[in-house]
């Protein structure tokens, strides 16, 4: 967890620089884009998280008194490909891999009274392949652009568990699809600096499709609906 606020810590500390130096003199990269395409890559901090749909009542289950989520943080790696579509539209193109897990917490209470929570952690390898429209403004203070971006993602988990085997101490595995397809909308400013583009970028995902796999045990019939829910800050260099 060090690492990863030191890495997010010093990604910020360059957007600042970058962004104090790309604000002022003349205009930067004059000629960019009037490019019909550009490429870069991407540096990104995820937080996942799910929106679930728990059984409106679970009298049914003698001891589970709760369920929710709990976000985790992740990080992102990605490569650019910027289509120039005019003056003020974009089409990208950002295949990745996302690096990251999820918890779903669930509260069971014992005979004798006490409350545990058990956990039940999704650890997961992204594919991620995202078509993007990107709507961005005039420049403002010669090398700035602010702009939003919206789109949709297909998205492959490598290391699904939905064929992971129980383990021998008999653990019940929260078993989940491999497959989304997620809608996206964000925001993001491009800093034109004298050599590159550095562009700030907050996006979030909603995915579409129940990723639970429907089996016969407490965890997954307790539970009517898991959405994949994910809010990435990134850091791209065109």
């Known amino acids: 967890m060090k690492l990863k606020r030191l890495f997010i810590l010093t990604l910020l500390i360059a957007g600042v620089a970058t962004h104090a130096y790309a604000q002022f003199g003349v205009p930067n990269l004059v000629k960019y884009d009037k490019r019909r395409f550009h490429f870069g890559f991407t540096l990104g901090y995820n937080l996942f998280d799910y929106r679930i ?89 010669n090398n700035i652009r602010a702009y939003v971006v919206a789109g949709g993602q297909y998205t492959f988990d490598m290391i699904s568990a939905k064929k992971r085997k129980a383990p021998d101490n008999g653990e019940v595995v929260l078993k989940l699809n491999p497959h989304d397809v997620q809608a996206q909308v964000g925001v993001g400013f491009d800093f034109y600096c004298t050599y590159f583009k550095f562009t700030t970028e907050l996006k979030m995902s909603f995915g579409f499709l129940n990723m639970l796999v429907p089996e016969e045990n407490m965890y997954a019939t307790s539970v009517t609906g898991l959405h994949a829910k994910n809010l990435q800050i990134s850091f791209i260099f065109e």
């Open 53 to 141: 749909t728990s059984k409106p009542d679970l009298a049914e289950y003698d001891s589970l008194m709760l369920t929710h989520t709990r976000a985790m943080s992740g990080f992102s790696l990605g490569i650019v490909t910027n289509l120039n579509l005019g003056k003020y539209f974009d089409l990208r193109f950002i295949p990745g891999l996302s690096f990251g897990d999820r918890y779903v917490d669930y509260t069971i209470r014992y005979a004798d009274g006490t409350e545990i929570v058990t956990p039940k952690n999704v650890e997961s390898v992204y594919l991620d392949l995202p078509i993007l429209f990107k709507y961005k403004s005039s420049r403002m203070l």
